[in-house]
Every structure is written in structure tokens, then in C-alpha cells.
């Protein structure tokens, strides 16, 4: 079980862990001890996110959506893997709740008539001094 805020709890079977050699250091324990973590998230069979929530969620994951609708994270900061075990699951949770968080809707406004006066002013004034770069006549 897996508590993502007050509404929302993720069950067992929609995560799975494996584990792996790391890499970087680790001194003798690097070649013998499996310290690396992925996480696997069944996020498109999940019951407890809505559709508008896995979308937001797969736009996030970005390349770590899996073809089959999961989200993989990996984690090998540390040498412990109950800590690289945590991290994996805080990152996920993270992701999650940044996911639930709908966009504000954009209102389009309209430029207030001073600023429109504003702008065609600076056109005008700048129009000008591009007008006084030309070639210099003989006539002058």
C-alpha cells in the first residue's frame, strides 16, 4: 500500500519492484550486493486515477511510460537499497500528486485601450528613427 494524500491509496498489485547491480561506487560490495531499484507502476490499469489524471500523468513520466501503460523509476543514488527502495517510491508519489493538480484554465483578455495607444505610439516613434537611417542625399 502506497498513501498518495487523504483520497487516494495505491494497492500492492499495482506495484512491483525489482532489483539490480548499480552502478558507481561501492567499494568490494558493487559486483555481489543487488542495491539498484525499479519501481513499476500499472498507471493506465490503475481504478483509483481518472482519465484526465493519466493524462497529465503520462505527459509527465515522459520516457519512463512504458507501450504497456506503466511508469518505471529507477533509483541507484545510494548504496542502501531500502533508502534507493524510499526515494524510488517519494519520486513516484511526487509525480503523482503533480498529476492531480489540474491547470487553470486560461481566460483571453483583451489589451486595454491604453496599452494599445502605448504600442502604436513606440511603432510610430520607432518607425521614425529607422526612417532617419537612410543614405544621406547630395541635396542636403
Do not use: C
Amino acid at each position: 500500500m502506497l498513501q498518495i494524500n487523504d483520497h487516494i491509496t495505491l494497492a500492492d498489485w499495482e506495484l512491483t519492484e525489482s532489483f539490480s547491480r548499480s552502478s558507481g561506487p561501492g567499494g568490494q560490495n558493487v559486483n555481489k550486493v543487488e542495491t539498484a531499484v525499479e519501481l513499476r507502476f500499472e498507471a493506465e490499469r490503475s481504478p483509483h486515477l481518472t482519465g484526465p489524471v493519466k493524462t497529465r500523468l503520462k505527459r509527465l513520466a515522459g520516457r519512463r511510460w512504458t507501450l504497456e501503460g506503466a511508469i518505471v523509476i529507477r533509483a541507484e543514488e545510494t548504496r542502501s537499497q531500502m533508502r534507493n527502495r524510499e526515494l524510488a517510491r517519494e519520486r513516484l508519489v511526487d509525480m503523482i500528486r503533480e498529476a492531480l493538480v489540474a491547470p487553470k484554465r486560461r481566460i483571453a483578455t483583451k489589451p486595454t485601450l491604453g496599452s494599445q495607444r502605448r504600442r502604436l505610439v513606440a511603432k510610430a516613434v520607432r518607425g521614425e528613427v529607422k526612417a532617419g537611417r537612410g543614405k544621406i542625399s547630395e541635396e542636403e
